[in-house]
């Protein structure tokens, strides 16, 4: 299995200035045919079983992977299909939408970080604090209702604001390795005309119906602004402790491959395994096996 964590039609390279025109949204790597994806997908959800245990026996860790993308790119479905095999009791997912009018009265990761995974558990953020430097970035005024110090008008907010929230995500996700939790950033990037596809599949389909929204065509206006938000996200925050993964989201087999390939490949790097028992609660085990045995 290739390890796509390192392949550069993927991966947003730290320190590097990014292009959304880099990506391609159709590129399969060296997949050609739909069901060799769908085998391999099987193969590592078997995979993530396995080192799902091992990651809660180990209990050093804990895996948050953050999902990001523009509407219909296949957010939810990415999430039940790769991690469809995992128990339930060690991954948690959490869909951010709106803030609440607590959530603003907190500063902007508070809403995100008290649902931060324990050790030895997945959890899975459906959008993120990242919300903050793209739909935000996006409709600035959405800011004024933050209530910030210094921004007290759409002209208080400049260049220098949005480069302080990359540094302050970047230092919360550096504290965040340094104590344990593996941060995976996806971004699903799908294709403006891919996006326009399955809009029209989920109004000619009356099973589809309800994930229509008459805000996906009015955010739909916006996609320049969000590719170039998406670019200076990449760009800034695509870090050596936790980078972003663009993956391609015009074929969801690959897409959810893709995924997979990435998940299995970065908790193979954390050297996962089971604990040793100490001599003295080998002796308790060998007791009890005699007891057992003895009945």
């Not at 739909?220 to 972003?244: F, G, I, K």
Request: hydrophobic fraction near 40%; aromatic fraction near 12%; glycine fraction near 4%.
């Amino acid at each position: 299995m290739n390890n796509l964590m390192h392949d550069f039609s993927i991966l947003a390279q730290p320190g590097k200035h990014h292009k959304m025109t880099s990506y391609d949204a159709c590129y399969t790597a060296d997949i050609e045919h739909k069901k060799d994806g769908l085998s391999l997908l099987e193969k590592n959800v078997k995979e993530m079983i396995d080192l799902q245990e091992k990651l809660y026996a180990d209990n050093r860790y804990a895996v948050l992977l953050i999902f990001q993308a523009m509407d219909a790119a296949g957010k939810d479905g990415t999430i039940k299909h790769v991690m469809s095999g995992l128990n339930p009791q060690g991954t948690q997912v959490y869909s951010f939408k709106t803030p609440s009018d607590i959530e603003l009265d907190h500063d902007y990761f508070w809403r995100t970080y008290r649902f931060l995974p324990q050790r030895g558990n997945f959890g899975i953020f459906n959008r993120s604090y990242y919300e903050e430097v793209l739909i935000v970035r996006v409709h600035p005024n959405f800011l004024l209702k933050q209530r910030l110090p210094g921004i007290k008008q759409l002209t208080d907010i400049d260049a220098d604001f949005w480069n302080r929230r990359y540094l302050q995500i970047n230092a919360i996700e550096k504290h965040l390795n340094e104590n344990g939790v593996v941060v995976i950033k996806f971004f699903l990037n799908v294709s403006k005309g891919e996006q326009k596809k399955r809009f029209l599949k989920r109004i000619d389909d009356t099973s589809r119906n309800w994930k229509f929204s008459p805000t996906d065509i009015a955010e739909r206006q916006h996609w320049e602004s969000y590719m170039q938000a998406y670019e200076d996200l990449l760009s800034h925050t695509s870090t050596e402790n936790a980078p972003w993964y663009v993956i391609p989201a015009d074929h969801k087999w690959f897409m959810r491959y893709a995924v997979s390939n990435i998940i299995v490949n970065r908790l193979k790097e954390l050297d996962l395994s089971f604990p040793t028992l100490p001599e003295a609660d080998l002796q308790r085990l060998a007791e009890a096996r005699k007891m057992l045995e003895a009945e």
